[in-house]
């Protein structure tokens, strides 16, 4: 049912659609991720037009237990780190050994990366790893972080799945990288972040579709 496309990014087309041009229709909604300054866009337009939500800056949690491998883990935490400086990369292991591993892993990895300067700073501002008792307190503290990215990286995560109330995308297995869904697996790379999960949910056809009540 699409009729137009407009070939256009940027604050100044939040700018555009939201207030219409000579040459760019006036919209009901906007909708999508950005930079900074698109989300900047889409805050101040809010009102008069429609927004899915504030998105940014990037988030991911792993949960990880001694089945968990520490390099993997290390390359998913990093693979996040680089998106820029304000991500968010948090480990909690219920294992001592592994938060060791991926501690050194990541060292080792960081200096191998094309923006390993942004990761560097992301990781060293905003990144932890933390030793928890076991994968129900993970559980516990994931759902209080409310993250946008969460990866269960545990021998049976669908025990605990049930346990999650608080996240924009889960990945279960150490097989289910979060890059997946990004680049691959979906359903969408557009997630709600700030821990906004806890009262919201990430872009869907339902972000397209109006309820009316009706009375008599």
Not at 27 to 37: C, D, E, H, L
Not at 49 to 72: C, K, Q, R, Y
Not at 176 to 197: C, K, R
Request: hydrophobic share 40%.
């Amino acid at each position: 049912g699409v009729k137009k496309i407009f070939k256009i990014g940027g604050a100044h087309a939040i700018g555009a659609f939201a207030f219409g041009t000579e040459t760019f229709p006036k919209v009901n909604k906007i909708v999508g991720p950005g930079n900074a300054y698109v989300a900047e866009a889409k805050k101040q337009v809010f009102g008069n037009v429609g927004i899915d939500m504030f998105a940014g800056p990037s988030e991911l949690l792993i949960i990880a237990d001694d089945t968990a491998n520490p390099e993997w883990v290390a390359i998913d935490l990093l693979s996040q780190a680089e998106h820029d400086e304000n991500a968010k990369c948090i480990l909690l292991t219920s294992s001592n050994s592994i938060g060791k591993e991926v501690d050194r892993e990541l060292s080792k990895i960081l200096e191998t990366l094309k923006r390993k300067e942004i990761a560097k700073k992301s990781w060293h501002k905003n990144g932890a790893i933390i030793v928890v008792k076991d994968v129900n307190q993970a559980a516990k503290i994931a759902n209080m972080v409310a993250p946008e990215h969460l990866e269960l990286c545990i021998q049976n995560p669908e025990k605990i799945l049930s346990k999650i109330k608080n996240a924009g995308s889960i990945f279960c297995g150490s097989w289910t990288p979060e890059a997946i869904g990004d680049y691959v697996g979906g359903p969408n790379h557009v997630l709600p972040t700030s821990q906004s999960s806890k009262f919201s949910s990430g872009l869907s056809v339902m972000d397209f579709l109006t309820r009316t009540s009706i009375l008599k």
